[in-house]
């Protein structure tokens, strides 16, 4: 019923920019929450950004000042700048996100995660 859609990984020199999308398409009603994690190999998958159900912005210690979320609503799509990029940030990034959607006559609410897009930072 739901999907998420993620772009804009690839290979950046320390110090670096890039910018990740994550759009999220099907019989959308609501998007509660919305963010980004990410997993480096042999380590458990942490929380990077993400907007609450409050609207408010939640970012991990180790990227504050250097990273920024953001969302065009219209589009159903959450971004994620990050900036002064250091090998440290290296992972395949995944988009999650809690959706209310339709189907059928009725509202449902599940949790979603995008196919992953990897972040390789290194000179």
């Known amino acids: 019923q739901v999907q998420l859609v993620e772009s804009g990984g690839g290979l950046v020199q320390p110090g670096g920019s890039l910018r990740l999308s994550c759009a999220a398409s099907?019989?959308?009603?609501?998007?509660?929450?919305m963010g980004w994690y990410r997993q480096a190999p042999g380590k458990q998958r942490e929380l990077v950004a993400a907007?609450?159900?409050?609207?408010?912005?939640d970012y991990a210690n180790s990227v504050k000042g250097r990273f920024t979320i953001s969302r065009d609503n219209a589009k159903n799509t959450v971004y994620l700048q990050m900036n002064s990029l250091k090998p440290q940030d290296t992972a395949v990034y995944y988009c999650?996100?809690?959706?209310?959607?339709?189907?059928?006559?009725?509202?449902?609410?599940?949790?979603?995660w995008g196919q992953g897009t990897q972040v390789t930072v290194s000179s």
């Open positions: 999650n996100a809690d959706i209310t959607y339709y189907s059928g006559g009725y509202y449902y609410t599940d949790d979603y």
């Open positions: 099907g019989s959308i009603f609501r998007i509660n929450v």
């Open positions: 907007f609450t159900n409050g609207g408010n912005t």
